[in-house]
Protein backbone atom coordinates (compact mmCIF):
# COMPACT_ATOMS: atom_id res chain seq x y z
CA UNK A 1 0.00 0.00 0.00
CA UNK A 2 1.40 3.20 -1.19
CA UNK A 3 1.54 6.34 1.33
CA UNK A 4 -0.43 8.03 0.01
CA UNK A 5 -3.28 5.46 0.17
CA UNK A 6 -2.20 4.35 3.35
CA UNK A 7 -2.82 8.60 4.62
CA UNK A 8 -5.78 8.29 2.72
CA UNK A 9 -7.20 4.92 4.63
CA UNK A 10 -6.13 6.75 7.97
CA UNK A 11 -8.38 9.56 7.13
CA UNK A 12 -10.96 7.76 5.95
CA UNK A 13 -11.88 5.27 9.08
CA UNK A 14 -11.55 8.78 11.02
CA UNK A 15 -14.24 10.28 8.49
CA UNK A 16 -16.23 7.02 8.31
CA UNK A 17 -17.86 7.58 11.97
CA UNK A 18 -21.64 8.20 11.34
CA UNK A 19 -23.10 11.12 12.37
CA UNK A 20 -26.17 10.11 12.94
CA UNK A 21 -24.84 7.27 15.46
CA UNK A 22 -22.67 10.05 17.32
CA UNK A 23 -25.16 11.93 17.67
CA UNK A 24 -27.09 9.63 19.06
CA UNK A 25 -24.90 8.48 21.84
CA UNK A 26 -23.68 12.32 22.89
CA UNK A 27 -27.53 12.88 23.41
CA UNK A 28 -27.57 9.56 25.63
CA UNK A 29 -24.34 10.22 27.59
CA UNK A 30 -26.15 13.27 28.12
CA UNK A 31 -29.39 12.35 29.53
CA UNK A 32 -27.51 9.69 32.10
CA UNK A 33 -25.78 12.63 33.62
CA UNK A 34 -29.24 14.50 33.39
CA UNK A 35 -30.80 11.60 34.81
CA UNK A 36 -28.10 11.83 37.32
CA UNK A 37 -28.22 15.32 38.30
CA UNK A 38 -32.00 14.63 38.61
CA UNK A 39 -31.54 12.02 41.57
CA UNK A 40 -29.24 14.35 43.11
CA UNK A 41 -31.28 17.27 43.60
CA UNK A 42 -29.50 18.89 40.77
CA UNK A 43 -27.31 19.83 43.30
CA UNK A 44 -24.39 18.16 41.15
CA UNK A 45 -23.03 21.24 39.01
CA UNK A 46 -20.50 19.19 37.00
CA UNK A 47 -23.12 16.45 35.72
CA UNK A 48 -25.41 19.23 34.85
CA UNK A 49 -22.58 20.92 32.66
CA UNK A 50 -21.96 17.64 31.14
CA UNK A 51 -25.22 17.23 30.04
CA UNK A 52 -25.58 20.34 28.42
CA UNK A 53 -22.31 19.65 26.84
CA UNK A 54 -23.58 16.26 25.19
CA UNK A 55 -26.96 18.03 24.11
CA UNK A 56 -24.76 20.54 22.08
CA UNK A 57 -22.71 17.99 20.89
CA UNK A 58 -25.60 15.97 19.47
CA UNK A 59 -26.85 18.56 17.94
CA UNK A 60 -23.30 20.02 16.58
CA UNK A 61 -23.92 16.11 15.13
CA UNK A 62 -26.64 16.35 14.31
CA UNK A 63 -29.10 19.49 14.22
CA UNK A 64 -31.96 17.58 12.44
CA UNK A 65 -32.27 15.16 15.87
CA UNK A 66 -34.93 16.36 17.85
CA UNK A 67 -34.49 14.81 21.21
CA UNK A 68 -31.27 17.07 22.33
CA UNK A 69 -32.92 19.82 21.31
CA UNK A 70 -36.16 18.92 23.77
CA UNK A 71 -33.29 18.10 26.65
CA UNK A 72 -32.04 21.40 26.43
CA UNK A 73 -34.95 22.75 26.75
CA UNK A 74 -35.93 20.81 29.51
CA UNK A 75 -32.45 21.35 31.61
CA UNK A 76 -32.83 25.69 30.59
CA UNK A 77 -36.76 25.36 32.28
CA UNK A 78 -35.33 24.17 35.75
CA UNK A 79 -32.49 26.46 35.69
CA UNK A 80 -35.23 29.57 34.99
CA UNK A 81 -34.01 30.60 31.84
CA UNK A 82 -37.20 30.24 30.03
CA UNK A 83 -36.49 31.99 26.78
CA UNK A 84 -33.29 30.17 25.61
CA UNK A 85 -35.49 26.76 27.09
CA UNK A 86 -38.17 28.41 24.49
CA UNK A 87 -35.52 28.68 21.68
CA UNK A 88 -34.77 25.00 21.73
CA UNK A 89 -38.28 23.87 22.24
CA UNK A 90 -39.21 26.05 18.76
CA UNK A 91 -36.36 24.93 16.82
CA UNK A 92 -37.59 20.99 18.21
CA UNK A 93 -40.83 22.39 17.26
CA UNK A 94 -40.33 23.08 13.51
CA UNK A 95 -38.39 19.84 13.37
CA UNK A 96 -41.27 17.77 14.59
CA UNK A 97 -44.58 20.21 14.54
CA UNK A 98 -46.29 16.97 16.13
CA UNK A 99 -43.73 16.00 18.34
CA UNK A 100 -45.86 15.56 21.99
CA UNK A 101 -43.19 15.57 24.07
CA UNK A 102 -42.24 19.47 23.04
CA UNK A 103 -46.38 20.64 22.98
CA UNK A 104 -45.72 19.35 27.03
CA UNK A 105 -42.64 21.05 27.78
CA UNK A 106 -43.59 24.36 26.02
CA UNK A 107 -47.10 24.65 27.89
CA UNK A 108 -44.87 23.90 31.49
CA UNK A 109 -42.41 26.66 30.14
CA UNK A 110 -45.40 29.02 29.43
CA UNK A 111 -47.84 28.15 31.52
CA UNK A 112 -50.32 26.94 28.69
CA UNK A 113 -50.32 24.73 25.94
CA UNK A 114 -49.89 26.62 22.22
CA UNK A 115 -52.87 27.61 20.74
CA UNK A 116 -53.05 26.12 16.74
CA UNK A 117 -52.48 29.24 15.15
CA UNK A 118 -49.22 29.55 17.32
CA UNK A 119 -48.32 26.18 16.52
CA UNK A 120 -48.61 27.33 12.95
CA UNK A 121 -46.53 30.35 13.29
CA UNK A 122 -43.65 28.78 15.16
CA UNK A 123 -43.80 25.87 13.16
CA UNK A 124 -44.67 26.16 9.00
CA UNK A 125 -44.94 30.26 9.05
CA UNK A 126 -41.45 30.72 8.53
CA UNK A 127 -41.09 27.74 6.55
CA UNK A 128 -40.63 29.00 2.50
CA UNK A 129 -42.69 26.84 0.10
CA UNK A 130 -39.85 24.65 -1.82
CA UNK A 131 -39.40 25.12 -5.37
CA UNK A 132 -40.28 22.00 -6.22
CA UNK A 133 -42.92 20.14 -4.52
CA UNK A 134 -41.69 16.97 -2.00
CA UNK A 135 -43.35 14.25 -3.93
CA UNK A 136 -41.12 15.39 -6.90
CA UNK A 137 -38.11 15.08 -4.70
CA UNK A 138 -38.67 11.67 -3.01
CA UNK A 139 -39.50 10.66 -6.83
CA UNK A 140 -35.85 12.11 -8.55
CA UNK A 141 -34.45 10.99 -5.22
CA UNK A 142 -35.87 7.13 -5.80
CA UNK A 143 -35.55 7.24 -9.53
CA UNK A 144 -31.48 8.32 -8.33
CA UNK A 145 -30.99 5.21 -5.99
CA UNK A 146 -32.56 3.09 -8.89
CA UNK A 147 -29.82 3.98 -11.11
CA UNK A 148 -27.04 3.48 -8.31
CA UNK A 149 -25.09 0.22 -8.88
CA UNK A 150 -25.15 -1.43 -5.40
CA UNK A 151 -22.62 -3.89 -6.47
CA UNK A 152 -20.13 -1.09 -5.74
CA UNK A 153 -21.39 -1.02 -1.79
CA UNK A 154 -18.50 -3.71 -0.54
CA UNK A 155 -16.60 -3.52 2.17
CA UNK A 156 -12.69 -2.42 0.99
CA UNK A 157 -9.17 -1.37 2.57
CA UNK A 158 -8.95 0.66 -0.54
CA UNK A 159 -8.18 4.18 0.75
CA UNK A 160 -9.77 5.92 -2.21
CA UNK A 161 -12.96 3.07 -2.52
CA UNK A 162 -13.48 3.50 1.16
CA UNK A 163 -13.90 7.64 0.65
CA UNK A 164 -16.19 6.77 -2.39
CA UNK A 165 -18.14 4.45 0.64
CA UNK A 166 -18.13 7.58 3.30
CA UNK A 167 -19.11 10.20 0.19
CA UNK A 168 -22.06 8.04 -0.84
CA UNK A 169 -22.96 7.16 2.81
CA UNK A 170 -23.08 10.91 3.96
CA UNK A 171 -25.26 11.58 0.75
CA UNK A 172 -27.80 9.48 1.12
CA UNK A 173 -28.27 9.86 4.54
CA UNK A 174 -28.54 13.43 4.25
CA UNK A 175 -30.64 13.29 1.10
CA UNK A 176 -33.08 10.99 3.77
CA UNK A 177 -32.75 13.30 6.72
CA UNK A 178 -33.56 16.92 4.32
CA UNK A 179 -36.86 14.74 2.66
CA UNK A 180 -37.28 13.36 6.44
CA UNK A 181 -37.53 16.72 7.83
CA UNK A 182 -40.00 18.23 4.64
CA UNK A 183 -42.42 14.69 5.51
CA UNK A 184 -42.52 15.53 9.21
CA UNK A 185 -43.90 19.15 8.51
CA UNK A 186 -46.94 17.83 6.69
CA UNK A 187 -49.87 18.57 8.72
CA UNK A 188 -52.20 15.34 7.48
CA UNK A 189 -50.95 12.01 9.48
CA UNK A 190 -51.89 9.98 6.53
CA UNK A 191 -49.55 12.23 3.78
CA UNK A 192 -47.01 11.94 6.57
CA UNK A 193 -46.83 8.34 7.06
CA UNK A 194 -47.00 7.89 3.15
CA UNK A 195 -44.25 10.53 2.65
CA UNK A 196 -42.44 8.86 5.12
CA UNK A 197 -43.07 5.22 3.76
CA UNK A 198 -41.90 6.64 0.18
CA UNK A 199 -38.19 8.11 1.33
CA UNK A 200 -37.50 4.69 3.50
CA UNK A 201 -35.59 3.33 0.52
CA UNK A 202 -33.07 5.94 1.09
CA UNK A 203 -32.97 4.99 4.67
CA UNK A 204 -31.96 1.39 3.66
CA UNK A 205 -29.21 2.31 1.10
CA UNK A 206 -27.15 4.48 4.22
CA UNK A 207 -27.51 1.28 6.43
CA UNK A 208 -26.28 -0.65 3.52
CA UNK A 209 -23.00 2.02 3.22
CA UNK A 210 -22.66 2.19 6.95
CA UNK A 211 -22.86 -1.91 6.91
CA UNK A 212 -20.09 -1.75 4.55
CA UNK A 213 -18.32 1.07 5.99
CA UNK A 214 -17.96 -0.84 9.22
CA UNK A 215 -16.88 -4.15 8.15
CA UNK A 216 -14.50 -1.71 6.29
CA UNK A 217 -12.96 -0.71 10.15
CA UNK A 218 -12.47 -4.14 10.67
CA UNK A 219 -10.81 -4.75 7.75
CA UNK A 220 -8.56 -2.10 8.45
CA UNK A 221 -7.53 -3.04 11.77
CA UNK A 222 -6.54 -6.66 10.42
CA UNK A 223 -4.68 -5.07 7.22
CA UNK A 224 -2.87 -3.04 9.77
CA UNK A 225 -1.63 -5.45 12.32
CA UNK A 226 -0.56 -7.65 9.42
CA UNK A 227 1.71 -4.86 7.55
CA UNK A 228 3.02 -4.17 11.02
CA UNK A 229 3.98 -7.76 11.29
CA UNK A 230 5.67 -7.67 7.81
CA UNK A 231 7.66 -4.51 8.61
CA UNK A 232 9.03 -6.95 12.04
CA UNK A 233 9.84 -9.44 9.18
CA UNK A 234 11.89 -6.85 6.88
CA UNK A 235 14.22 -5.85 10.39
CA UNK A 236 14.61 -9.59 10.87
CA UNK A 237 15.35 -10.44 7.39
CA UNK A 238 17.92 -7.43 7.54
CA UNK A 239 19.24 -8.65 10.81
CA UNK A 240 19.83 -12.60 10.40
CA UNK A 241 21.21 -11.17 6.30
CA UNK A 242 24.59 -10.60 8.37
CA UNK A 243 25.83 -13.50 11.12
CA UNK A 244 24.69 -13.71 14.08
CA UNK A 245 25.54 -15.64 17.76
CA UNK A 246 23.82 -17.73 19.56
CA UNK A 247 22.27 -15.50 21.75
CA UNK A 248 20.74 -13.70 19.01
CA UNK A 249 19.69 -16.54 16.52
CA UNK A 250 17.67 -17.93 19.89
CA UNK A 251 16.01 -14.20 20.35
CA UNK A 252 15.31 -14.34 16.40
CA UNK A 253 13.67 -17.50 17.35
CA UNK A 254 11.32 -16.40 19.51
CA UNK A 255 10.24 -13.59 17.42
CA UNK A 256 9.38 -15.75 14.45
CA UNK A 257 7.16 -18.29 17.39
CA UNK A 258 5.65 -14.83 17.80
CA UNK A 259 4.62 -14.15 14.60
CA UNK A 260 3.27 -17.31 13.74
CA UNK A 261 0.99 -16.86 16.69
CA UNK A 262 0.11 -13.85 14.81
CA UNK A 263 -0.35 -15.42 11.96
CA UNK A 264 -2.56 -18.07 13.67
CA UNK A 265 -5.00 -15.28 15.14
CA UNK A 266 -5.07 -13.86 11.75
CA UNK A 267 -5.79 -16.60 10.07
CA UNK A 268 -8.94 -16.90 12.22
CA UNK A 269 -10.51 -13.42 11.79
CA UNK A 270 -9.88 -14.48 8.00
CA UNK A 271 -11.90 -17.43 8.05
CA UNK A 272 -14.69 -15.45 10.34
CA UNK A 273 -14.53 -12.98 7.83
CA UNK A 274 -15.07 -15.06 5.28
CA UNK A 275 -17.85 -16.88 6.84
CA UNK A 276 -19.78 -13.44 6.97
CA UNK A 277 -19.15 -13.50 3.20
CA UNK A 278 -17.01 -10.42 2.99
CA UNK A 279 -14.42 -9.92 0.47
CA UNK A 280 -10.69 -11.44 1.03
CA UNK A 281 -9.20 -10.78 -1.76
CA UNK A 282 -6.26 -8.18 -0.44
CA UNK A 283 -6.19 -9.04 2.74
CA UNK A 284 -5.73 -12.64 1.32
CA UNK A 285 -3.02 -11.42 -0.23
CA UNK A 286 -1.41 -9.56 2.26
CA UNK A 287 -1.32 -12.27 4.83
CA UNK A 288 -0.10 -14.94 2.14
CA UNK A 289 2.67 -12.28 1.47
CA UNK A 290 3.86 -12.15 5.50
CA UNK A 291 3.24 -15.83 5.40
CA UNK A 292 6.05 -16.17 2.82
CA UNK A 293 8.32 -13.58 4.29
CA UNK A 294 8.01 -15.46 7.46
CA UNK A 295 9.23 -18.62 5.92
CA UNK A 296 12.40 -16.34 4.16
CA UNK A 297 12.78 -15.80 7.77
CA UNK A 298 12.75 -19.07 9.34
CA UNK A 299 15.00 -20.36 5.92
CA UNK A 300 17.62 -17.42 7.24
CA UNK A 301 17.62 -18.65 10.54
CA UNK A 302 18.30 -22.16 9.22
CA UNK A 303 21.13 -21.14 7.58
CA UNK A 304 22.98 -19.79 10.50
CA UNK A 305 22.99 -22.73 11.99
CA UNK A 306 23.59 -24.54 8.71
Given at each position: ??????????????????R???????????M????L??????????????????????????????????????????????????????E????????????????????????????????????????????????????????????????T???????????????W???????????????????????????????????????????S??????????????????????????????????????????????C???????????????????????????????????????????
Open positions: MSENSTATTTSGKTAVRDHEESFEQYSRGECLLSEEDGFRNKRLLQEAADCFMESIRYNRRYVEPHIAMGYLLWRFNDPVWAMHYLEALRLEPTHEDVHILIAQVKGARLKPEEIERIAFADEPAPAISLDTQIREALSELGEEKTSAIVPINGHMLARLEEKQVYFNRYEELQVQANRSRDLQTKNRLREQIQPMRERTQQYRDALRIREMLALSDQILENDQLVQQYLEITAKPINAAQWQEMQGHVDTLLDNDQFADTLDELEGRGVPLRALSTQYDHLSERIQDLQAALARQTG
